[in-house]
């Protein structure tokens, strides 16, 4: 368990920011390496926001026009825009040596591992030509536009909204 040194919300041990205010939990000189947790150790997250529909003035901001080359991923501090394309599901995330699951976006070359981006962080999936997100269980959490999301939990983007994985932050934009 690690305390937060800012508003004191108890973490799961090894997270690198606190998943309520964004401070940073491990100095840049700490290393740590990731561990495997055990069934039973969701008892350690609190209770989460009760989530409401999403409400928008344009349903139609919704909606992917076609699967193919309909989603990009532009990476807010740097503008590189990621292509998604051919495909009803993604896994985010960044590789790391000796993993023996790959994301299917990896995420190392923008700083992941220092911004606090899992191996597997979340999802994007495609249903019905809406698309969705998902945490997967990551150790910093997953925010869309700073709604911190519950894991393994599918939660409706729309075009523009802006994720946060741990403190990388990446613009939704999907093509009409």
């Known amino acids: 368990m690690t305390l937060c040194p800012n508003c004191h919300h108890r973490e799961i041990a090894g997270a690198l920011f606190c998943s309520e205010c964004g401070a940073q939990l491990v100095s840049a000189s700490e290393h740590y390496t990731t561990q495997n947790l055990q069934n039973g150790t969701a008892d350690i997250y609190e209770e989460m926001d009760q989530q409401e529909p999403r409400k928008t003035d344009k349903p139609s901001d919704l909606f992917v026009s076609s699967i193919e080359g309909g989603i990009s991923l532009q990476m ?32 190392s070359q923008y700083d992941a591992y220092t911004l606090g981006v899992s191996r597997l962080h979340a999802a994007l999936k495609i249903i019905d030509r809406r698309v969705f997100i998902s945490d997967l269980g990551s150790s910093n959490g997953t925010r869309i536009n700073n709604k911190k999301l519950e894991s393994q939990t599918d939660f409706p983007l729309k075009h523009g909204d802006v994720i946060a994985l741990g403190k990388l932050k990446i613009k939704l934009q999907l093509h009409k």
Do not use: C, N, S, Y
């Open 76 to 107: 807010l501090d740097t503008g590189q825009i990621l292509q998604l394309a051919d495909r009803k599901d993604f896994t985010l995330g960044r590789i790391a040596e000796g993993q023996p699951i790959l994301p299917d976006v990896d995420l």
